[in-house]
């Protein structure tokens, strides 16, 4: 079993950049599609961004061309990239296996995002 430890997050101003990172430990994650979530206070949690085995890439309307996620699969390691951030992207960010996440278990502790304006 994967175990997933996010870090990366923190306070930052509208505008600015944060990287998070997804380590993943007990299991490879080079087989597997991996996500980035969030869920903002009062809100079910959402897809940000995803990224296949072979690198193909998806991305929530919300985020697209500010957000960029990558997989470093020597490393175990997912990123997400945030660029030009807005108080609307405070939430805390998860990552995941796309499909451990579709079967509602894997979730890790998260990382907290605020964007302050």
């Known amino acids: 079993q994967v175990q997933l430890v996010e870090s990366g997050g923190g306070l930052v101003q509208a505008g600015g950049s944060l990287r998070l990172s997804c380590a993943a430990s007990?299991?490879?994650?080079?087989?597997?599609?991996m996500g980035w979530y969030r869920q903002a206070p009062g809100k079910q949690r959402e897809l940000v961004a995803s990224?296949?085995?072979?690198?193909?890439?998806n991305y929530a309307d919300s985020v697209k061309g500010r957000f960029t996620i990558s997989r470093d699969n020597a490393k175990n390691t997912v990123y997400l990239e945030m660029n030009s951030l807005k108080p609307e992207d405070t939430a805390v960010y998860y990552c995941n296996v796309v499909a451990h996440a579709r079967d509602g278990r894997g979730w890790g502790q998260g990382t907290q995002v605020t964007v302050s304006s």
């Open positions: 007990g299991r490879g994650i080079s087989v597997a599609d």
């Open positions: 990224i296949g085995i072979y690198g193909s890439r």
